[in-house]
DNA sequence: ATCATTTCTTAAACTACATTAAGTTTTTTG
DNA sequence: CAAAAAACTTAATGTAGTTTAAGAAATGAT
């Protein structure tokens, strides 16, 4: 139970078995089916999901009605609209499984209570965060610096078994482009 | 000394005063002019900068020499590459001073030092990457929904005082278009 | 105060990417 | 396994924002 969250704690800390139960009690464990929503815009985000196995995407409608992916998180990641679930109000994003996905949730109302009761997980959640930082900053870098076609090339370099995971429409808005001009990009190869 | 950050700490948790000497035997002030790099290209980012008293700017160059700003810090503010900082690598960026600023620094040999002795610490900076997370989420929201046009005016409703601070070429690669466009978008009023 | 430097503006020509719309292929579901 | 739904492709047309280049205005240094 919980051991994959246990095994990614633990690269970063080490927690007692005293705590692991403590922390036991205070996570609940979710499968959601592809295409599932882990909440839709107007609901409050309840919880901080970690991925254990599968995919979560997170995103958005514009103005235009076409979905805007912002975000994805793969097993070990941690995925949540984090000004929805701080503040528990209402979110502008859905977040919805792109795959088959099994999740560990720490609910709103067990966030503080589990850094209390567990202060050794500051460490841990401000290793996270700090990862999440670098990962934006480096994110951001390429999309001021490279055209929507170096970013699908580089992004295809770096990890291609996940462009082979999720639909393409999804990694053409995370990338920043659209659909159309990725098919565009592909037929030139 | 340092009370600018010991008054920011203390938003977030309780600093006994002889974890403030520890603190501050660790720490170091810094004045900079306005233009003067903290770091450039290639070097190292020796230290975790935060603001007392005006404005940093990180920023690389795009392969047609252009400079992209990416991201700013003023007063109370953290700012870093943090690739280069956790890894000791040599940066993609510069950090500038965009005006005449005074930093407090925590240098990398001393960071883990500090989160050791002062475990509080860790509640600290958990709280300050989770703020800059949720600010990514909001920026990158923006990015992908709005004009450049749309950009530019909602930055300017949300931050008025702001956007007289730094000269426009700074704040249109900030909001991801070329100082030209800027004044074109500005001439429309 | 004056000169040098930096920053901002204007406008014409250009381009990377979006839009629209129709058709094709792949995947899902009963 | 057939039908429906979802995902992908192609191509013509459109446009938001870039590029280039020159001049004007503001700021800083002596």
Redesign the interface.
């Known amino acids: 139970m919980y051991s994959a969250l246990y095994n990614h704690i633990n690269k970063f800390i080490d927690l007692s078995s005293d705590e692991q139960e403590i922390l036991a009690s205070l996570l609940k464990s979710f499968s959601f089916k592809k295409k599932a929503y882990l909440h839709e815009v107007g609901d409050i985000c309840r919880a901080n999901y970690f991925v254990v196995k599968g995919c979560l995407r ?1 995103y ?1 409608v ?2 235009k009605g076409a979905e ?1 992916t ?2 994805f998180a793969i097993e070990n990641w941690w995925i949540s ?3 929805s679930f ?1 503040f528990q109000k209402p979110s ?2 859905y977040i919805q499984a792109a795959e088959q996905t099994e999740v560990i949730a720490i609910e709103h109302r067990h966030y503080d209570e589990i ?1 209390e009761k567990i ?1 050794k997980l ?2 841990y ?2 290793s996270i ?2 990862k ?3 990962a ?6 390429y ?3 490279q055209t929507a076609e170096e970013r699908y090339t580089n992004f295809n370099k770096l990890f291609p078994e996940f462009v082979q995971r999720v639909p393409q429409y999804m990694l053409a ?1 995370y990338l ?1 482009f659209t659909p159309e001009f990725l098919s565009k990009i592909r037929a030139k190869r």
Chains 1, 2 share one sequence.
């Open positions: 997170l958005f514009d103005i805007q912002t975000q609209d984090l000004t701080i502008d994003f850094l202060p500051e460490k959640f401000r965060y700090q999440l930082h670098q934006s900053q480096i994110r951001i870098k999309l001021y610096s808005s920043g």
